[in-house]
T-cell receptor, first 113, second 111 residues
């Protein structure tokens, strides 16, 4: 079972470039999430989508946009990358209102020079 | 403000030396508490869910417990393969599906 799949696994960008991180889940979950993980900061929520067609801001949304393409796919876009966005990005999925755990992908390691 | 604090930040054990990791939380209302394991270069892997004070869950050498203010992850006779970062997260009452994560405890078990 694939679970949550993220692409790419690694990426290096120059300041000002744009890119989209892709995430897909095959667990038929309604909710999907984007987090960033920085040393000493823990996991911080960027955006989430509680159902197809809805998105909401998390703790650190500035500089990011998201698209819930369908029930399976949730993408994160950096329109104009900044060095402060160098981080490891994780996508997760879960079942809305079930109080069940979220399941995570293996992350995208993004460096912005 | 909802907060989750994990201690210690890092813990070194000898193989077979049992210990506990702590996760204390200050939230408006707890719907559930989750423990995850994270290996280097990987995403968090779900271990346990605890819903109410007094609840306990076990898996191999790990046992998670919950009180009204904190949770413990007890590791009995650890092995080197238990080395990882352990994350605690809480699901808060109020209708949001968001989790609040602690910063994690990095566990190293030496052979």
């Amino acid at each position: 079972n694939a679970g949550v799949t993220q692409t790419p696994k690694f990426q290096v960008l120059k300041t000002g470039q744009s890119m989209t991180l892709q995430c897909a889940q095959d667990m038929n979950h309604n909710s999907m999430y984007w987090y960033r993980q920085d040393p000493g900061m823990g996991l911080r929520l960027i955006y989430y989508s509680a159902s197809e067609g809805t998105t909401d801001k998390g703790e650190v949304p500035n500089g990011y946009n998201v698209s819930r393409l369908n029930k399976r796919e949730f993408s994160l876009r950096l329109e104009s990358a900044a060095p402060s966005q160098t981080s490891v990005y994780f996508c997760a999925s879960g079942q809305t209102y079930s109080n069940q755990p979220q399941h995570f992908g293996d992350g995208t390691r993004l460096s912005i020079l | 403000e909802d907060q989750v604090t994990q201690s210690p930040e890092a813990l070194r054990l000898q193989e077979g030396e049992s210990s506990s990791l702590n996760c204390s939380y200050t939230v408006s209302g707890l719907r559930g508490l989750f423990w995850y394991r994270q290996d280097p270069g990987k995403g968090p892997e779900f271990l346990f869910t605890l819903y109410s004070a007094g609840e306990e869950k076990e898996k191999e050498r790990l046992k998670a417990t919950l009180t009204k203010k904190e949770s413990f992850l007890h590791i009995t006779a650890p092995k080197p393969e238990d080395s990882a970062t352990y994350l605690c997260a809480v699901h808060v009452q109020g209708g949001s599906e968001k989790l609040v994560f602690g910063k994690g405890t990095k566990l190293t078990v030496n052979p």
